[in-house]
C-alpha cells in the first residue's frame, strides 16, 4: 500500500510503499483510513520547518487528522468492533514517570515535551490504507457524521480551549451574562471556533484578511455571525468600532497580530492563542499592554491538542452544528482529493479545509 511520507534529510515529499500492519497486541486495532484532512502543520512540515520521523526513520508519513474504519480489534478491545467509525487521538504520551500529565492519561498537558504526535513528531501518520493503533487512542464518532467527521480533530483545538475558558471564567465571582466573542482568522479553527461560539449563544465577529466577499466572509455569515476584514480595520482599533470582547480566540499563528489582539479585551476577558507563530517572528510589547492586563484581570493562555474529553465534547459539537447550521459545516471541506494529489495539495492550498479521500465505505 501507499504512503505519503516527507524525508526531511533529503527534502523531499513522496509516495513510497509501506507493508499493511499487521496487529497482534491483545488491545490493538486495525483501521482502514477513510479521509485524512491537511492543514498548516502539516504544510510546515512538507516545507520542512516543523516535525520529526520517528527514532531512527529518515521519513515521517503524514497525516494526523484522521477518519478510519474498525476493521479488526484485538480480543481485548470491548468498546470497538468491526465497522465502527473513529477517529484517532494525535499525541501520544511522554515514557518519564514524573510527568504527571501524561500518566494521568492528558498527554496534551505534557511537561517534558518528549510526547510523540502521529504524523507530526516521532511517530508515523494516518496517509495511508491500514494502520494498527491501540483502542485507548481512538474515539468512536457516529456514522451519521460520516461525511463531516474528519473535522472531529481540529474541532478539538477549539474544545480544549473552550473547556480551558470556562475554567477560567469560573473564577468570576458573578454572572458574566450575555458575551462577545471575536475569533481571529477564517480557517479551519477559525471557523470551527465561530460555529462554537454561536452554538454557545455568544454574540461573535470573525476578523481575517479575506475580503468581504470571499466564500470564507460569506460561511461566516451564514452562521449568523459578523464578518471583519482585517485590511480595512486594523486590530488596534478594533474594539474602538466593534467594541471589546470577552472572549478572543486567536487562529492566525501571525506573531505581532497574537500580541495586538489582547487589545480587544473587555476587563476580566480573555485571549486563547493557538495559532504557532515562526520562532524568528519578532514582535514589540509595550507597557501600555501589560498594565492593561493586569488592570482588567485579563487572561492570555496558550493551548495545544486535545484530550480525550475534547474529542468527545468536539462530537457533541460537531452534532450540534449539524443541526444549527449543516450547510456551513460541509462547505468548510472544500476539496476532496485521492492520495497521490495530496502532494499537490500540500505545496498550493485552495479553500478551506483540503481533505485526502483515502477510501469510501467498503
Ligand atoms: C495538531 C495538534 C498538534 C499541534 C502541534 C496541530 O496541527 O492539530 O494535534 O498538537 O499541531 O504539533
Known amino acids: 500500500m501507499q504512503a505519503l ?3 526531511p534529510s533529503q527534502k523531499r515529499v513522496d509516495l513510497l510503499d509501506i507493508a499493511e500492519p499487521q496487529p497482534k497486541g491483545a488491545t490493538e486495532v486495525l483501521l482502514r483510513l477513510r479521509e485524512v484532512g491537511l492543514c498548516g502543520t502539516d ?21 494526523h487528522e484522521s477518519l478510519a474504519e474498525v476493521v479488526e480489534v484485538g480480543r481485548e478491545v470491548h468498546g470497538l468492533k468491526p465497522g465502527d467509525l473513529v477517529v484517532a487521538m494525535v499525541r501520544r504520551p511522554c515514557p518519564h514517570p514524573e510527568c504527571r500529565a501524561c500518566r494521568a492519561g492528558r498527554p496534551d498537558f505534557c511537561l517534558t515535551g518528549d510526547y510523540t504526535e502521529r504524523g507530526i513528531k516521532g511517530a508515523d501518520g494516518f496517509l495511508t490504507d491500514y494502520v494498527a493503533d491501540d483502542e485507548a487512542f481512538l474515539v468512536k464518532v457516529p456514522h451519521a457524521l460520516s461525511d463531516v467527521a474528519v473535522l472531529v480533530e481540529p474541532l478539538t483545538v477549539v474544545t480544549k480551549a473552550a473547556d ?14 450575555p458575551q462577545r466573542g471575536l475569533v481571529l482568522g477564517a480557517g479551519p479553527i477559525g471557523l470551527l471556533g465561530a460555529m462554537l461560539l454561536v452554538a454557545d449563544g455568544f454574540e461573535t465577529i470573525v476578523y481575517s484578511r479575506d475580503s468581504e466577499e470571499s466564500t470564507q466572509a460569506k460561511l461566516v455569515r451564514s452562521l449568523g455571525a459578523q464578518y471583519v476584514p482585517s485590511t480595512a480595520n486594523p486590530i488596534e482599533s478594533l474594539a474602538e468600532g466593534w467594541g471589546e470582547f470577552d472572549v478572543v480566540l486567536e487562529a492566525v499563528g501571525f506573531a505581532p497580530l497574537m500580541m495586538a489582539a489582547s487589545q480587544t479585551l473587555r476587563a476580566n476577558g480573555l485571549l486563547a492563542l493557538t495559532g504557532v507563530p515562526h520562532e524568528a ?24 491538542n486535545a484530550g480525550r474529553r475534547d474529542h468527545l465534547s468536539a462530537i457533541q459539537h460537531l ?23 495530496a502532494p499537490q495539495m500540500l505545496m498550493q492550498k485552495r479553500g478551506i479545509k483540503n481533505v485526502v479521500e483515502m477510501r469510501r465505505a467498503a
Open 319 to 341: 452534532e450540534q452544528f449539524m443541526v444549527l447550521f449543516p450547510e456551513s459545516v460541509r462547505q468548510l471541506i472544500t476539496y476532496r482529493v485521492p492520495l497521490d494529489e
Open 43 to 63: 504544510r510546515e512540515i512538507a516545507s520542512f520547518e516543523y516535525g520529526d520521523p520517528p527514532s531512527g526513520s529518515d521519513h515521517l508519513i503524514l497525516g
Open 164 to 177: 480551558q475558558a470556562h475554567a477560567i471564567f469560573n473564577r468570576l465571582p458573578y454572572d458574566p451574562g
Open 5 to 7: 511520507a516527507v524525508f
Open 281 to 304: 517572528a519578532a514582535v514589540e510589547l509595550n507597557g501600555r499592554t501589560l498594565r492593561d492586563l493586569v488592570l482588567g484581570n485579563r487572561v492570555v493562555f496558550g493551548t495545544v
